[in-house]
């Protein structure tokens, strides 16, 4: 039987994975859920397996409906078991004032995740600043967006994914795909680009695997994993030596060019080849392309971004971008794809170490006497920014470092760069909460685990790859007894003391939300639920109820005090970890169609699991015949900091001295337990898409 009213009712929600956020119905009530596609405006009917399967775990047998706690408090080798919310509540709370009057406020510490909804990374930024008063506060995001973020604060003083809707991707007559591949991370997202294609549209794709993204475009590029900012300069190079700079634009629009002119003359196009492994002539024809198009979009994504030098990256190609007259131009531009569900609005309100919430600085006076007024608190009595993520979890359970953790929405076992170190500093902890859904790989670790509400049990707004603020609507009940994690935060708030200052109720805390952002870069002063529900979402800024939102950034001004982008000058840098005798293949690591994150609702589904059973490294025929390693063969890829197996996909479509792995497994195939950890030095996002590897066949199929 299902849970709800008794009665079935349809709700208007949308997918709980990725930043596409797809319009569906569930239906719901006296059987299980299920669910049908709408017609919204990213996915226009469409959704892509995940989606599909969705309605299947809010059922699932191994849903977590009561508190776990371990059977000796303080020994995490006895058992798991069952207890009553008071109980494990009591622990949480008790763990989290020793830990405080030991060591101090910012020993407890908070990591969240991109897929809260907005209200509830709001709550969780204030949690940890009032609540807590702790500094002590990242999220997975950083893991995901921060290099773009970086770039394009840098660039335009604001970062807003993608600048223009979607669906200007249709009517772009050149896109350029850099280090992303949406035929098979968010397949509906596919519908825009095949009408542009349709309509006689260019796509150029650059990657060093040929994805089905890649295999649909007119142009793919295939470079080296971490070349991809010396290509950038390369084209940018090419585009000045060609007159192909649009002048005008550059001298009305922006700042620094002339910088970065001398900074790329050292990128000639044969330089360039060497460096990436993309011939001259596919450069020219790519900057050609971008720069003849009446209109056209640069999009980067993880595969550019995840680098020791991401944000340097993400400059350059936007440098390119601002070059050929595109941010801000009707129908052009450059954006990034978000990759989780509300990776965007997850980083505007507060979760990350640095900021409040309408991305407000934590280090700003006047922000901080904004949002303190709003909390009620003085702004004296707000924590100054802490570490970032993989920073605040490599000093877990250390002297000066985060000795209780709480983790919402987030599976770092898996997810964080070199996992098997980051599970080491989790055992370090003196305490370990984990709210989640499922028994993640993180949660078998903690001391208590709180069972959470899921996607359809909750409401609440979310922020999509285009700025949209969308509202996840209450589908059904949760499992008796479970809360969201809004109403967590909330009773944990009234337990530790500040319960006055908390809501559980999501409205009552969008409306705190919309009052904190405003006159923030990220206002959404101007959004309610109902607008949302009568305008199909509301881009935001949006200062004011009679505002329309803001569909299309930049188009009179950029969001810097002069109104103009800056060009930033960037240099290629080697990969942090070369490759060697020892390790001499590069690994880069990525998503498969039917699998999402670290895969701890993906891998429950049994449709999914029927589709990608099995986690597959990619290798090229001639890397494979050179190590005697057939189809479906197991293969052990070893790099500085750990090994994992995985069968082989023997395929042409990577290069050969490039290895794939998926992350979405833990455990003996962690492709985490292999990345390097080295951090670009403005985003702190890890370097995971490149370190070097050995790779061996240990057994058959
Ligand atoms: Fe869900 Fe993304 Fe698939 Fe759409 S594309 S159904 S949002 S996972």
């Not at 900057?287 to 400059?315: P, Y």
């Not at 980051?422 to 499922?438: A, E, G, K, T």
């Not at 337990?495 to 409306?511: K, W």
Request: charged share 20%; aromatic share 6%; hydrophobic share 40%.
């Amino acid at each position: 039987a299902g849970r709800g009213a008794g009665a079935l009712r349809t709700t208007a929600t949308h997918c709980p994975y990725c930043s596409l956020q797809c319009g569906m119905a569930v239906t719901a009530g006296d059987r299980p859920a299920t669910l049908v596609p709408l017609d919204f405006p990213t996915n226009r009917g469409g959704l892509c397996s995940k989606g599909w399967s969705s309605t299947e775990l809010l059922d699932h047998p191994e849903r977590l409906t009561r508190p776990l706690v371990r059977a000796v408090p303080g020994d995490r080798t006895s058992p798991l078991v069952e207890a009553s919310w008071d109980d494990a509540l009591d622990r949480v709370v008790e763990a989290i004032e020793r830990t405080q009057r030991t060591h101090g406020r910012d020993a407890v510490g908070c990591f969240g995740g991109g897929s809260l909804t907005n209200e509830q990374a709001y709550q969780f930024g204030k949690f940890a600043r009032v609540a807590l008063r702790t500094s002590a506060i990242d999220y997975n995001g950083r893991f995901c967006m921060s290099s773009a973020a970086g770039a394009a604060n840098r660039a335009f003083g604001l970062d807003r994914g993608m600048p223009f809707p979607l669906s200007d991707i249709a009517g772009a007559d050149v896109v350029v795909l850099v280090g992303s591949n949406p035929a098979d991370t968010m397949p509906p997202a596919m519908r825009w680009f095949d009408a542009g294609r349709e309509r006689g549209a260019q796509h150029i794709v650059v990657d060093p695997r040929r994805t089905a993204t890649a295999r649909s475009a007119a142009l793919h590029l295939q470079p080296l994993p971490g070349t991809d900012l010396a290509l950038a300069n390369g084209l940018l190079h090419l585009a000045i030596a060609e007159g192909l700079v649009d002048e005008d634009y550059v001298a009305a629009r922006t700042t620094g060019f002339a910088e970065v002119r001398d900074g790329v003359a050292a990128y000639w196009p044969d330089r360039v080849e060497r460096i990436t492994g993309v011939p001259v002539e596919q450069q020219r024809r790519t900057v050609f392309a971008l720069a003849r198009a009446a209109k056209a979009i640069v999009l980067t994504a993880r595969g550019a971004e995840q680098h020791r030098s991401g944000t340097d990256t993400a400059s350059a190609w936007i440098n390119l971008a601002l070059a050929l007259g595109l941010p801000g131009r009707p129908g052009s531009g450059w954006g990034t794809v978000t990759g989780q569900g509300n990776g965007q609005g997850g980083r505007e309100h507060g979760q990350k170490a640095d900021q409040l919430p309408g991305y407000r600085s934590l280090a700003d006076p006047a922000a901080r006497a904004h949002v303190a007024a709003v909390w009620g608190v003085d702004p004296a009595d707000l924590p100054m920014p802490g570490k970032s993520a993989f920073e605040l979890l490599d000093a877990l359970g250390t002297d000066g470092g985060v000795r209780t953790l709480l983790v919402l929405a987030s599976n770092v076992a898996v997810s964080a760069p070199d996992a098997r170190r980051v599970i080491s500093r989790l055992r370090d902890l003196d305490f370990l909460v984990v709210s989640d859904f499922f028994l993640s790989q993180t949660a078998e670790l903690a001391d208590v685990v709180l069972p959470s509400a899921m996607w359809a049990e909750e409401a609440g707004t979310m922020t999509n790859l285009e700025g949209r603020v969308i509202r996840r609507r209450r589908a059904l009940d949760p499992p008796a007894g479970v809360p969201d994690d809004l109403q967590l935060l909330a009773t944990l708030a009234g337990r530790l003391g500040a319960g006055d200052r908390f809501s559980g109720d999501p409205e009552t805390v969008f409306q705190e939300l919309r009052r904190a952002s405003a006159g923030g870069a990220a206002d959404y002063s101007g959004i309610s639920y109902e607008r949302i529900d009568a305008e199909d979402g509301v881009f935001w800024p949006c200062p004011a109820p009679d505002h329309p939102g803001t569909p299309w950034l930049f188009t009179e001004r950029f969001a810097t005090p002069d109104g103009r982008a800056r060009f930033v000058r960037v240099e290629h840098v080697e990969a942090h970890e070369p490759t060697d005798d020892e390790y001499p293949l590069v690994l880069t690591t990525g998503r498969v169609l039917a699998q999402y994150q670290s895969g701890t609702q993906t891998r429950r589904s049994r449709s999914l699991q029927l589709i990608a059973p099995t986690p597959r490294a990619e290798l090229h025929p001639d890397l494979a015949r050179r190590l005697g390693i057939a189809q479906d063969d197991v293969v052990e890829l070893a790099t500085r900091r750990g090994r994992a197996r995985f069968h082989a996909q023997v395929t042409d479509s990577i290069r050969p001295d490039v290895v794939f792995a998926p992350f979405h497994w833990g455990g003996g195939s962690s492709a985490n337990a292999l990345t390097d950890p080295a951090l670009d030095p403005t985003s702190k996002m890890p370097a995971f898409k490149v370190c070097a590897v050995a790779v061996a066949r240990v057994g058959g199929p």
